[in-house]
């Protein structure tokens, strides 16, 4: 399992997660009370689940040489988007950025 903790303007807005079984999960945290994320991701209780990274996430990765700088320098297969976003997110211009959570934090 993955996870990043997912910050909208540096306030903690959930925490997005690759499971085992290849599917992803985004549950806003219990005390944000502040905007959406993003407009199919009205704020819940309840957590969002997909089979793919949702759309979202995965409109935050950059493309083309970009993308192969990336996963040349983090060692990460070009297919893995998740890791990718986890690695590559904490500095994204605009209001979301994401931190990968590491065992124990």
Known sequence: MQQGKVFRNDIFAGLITKHDDETYSFKYGDTYTSFQICLAMPLSKEPYVSK????????????????????????????????????????LIGSISIIEVVDGE
Do not use: N, V
């Not at 070009?78 to 904490?90: A, E, G, H, Q, V």
């Open 52 to 91: 793919h990274l949702f759309p979202f996430f995965y409109s935050l990765l950059s493309e083309g040489a970009i993308r192969d700088l990336q996963c040349q320098e983090f060692r990460i297969d070009r297919d893995d988007d998740f890791s990718r976003l986890l690695k590559t997110s904490s500095s």
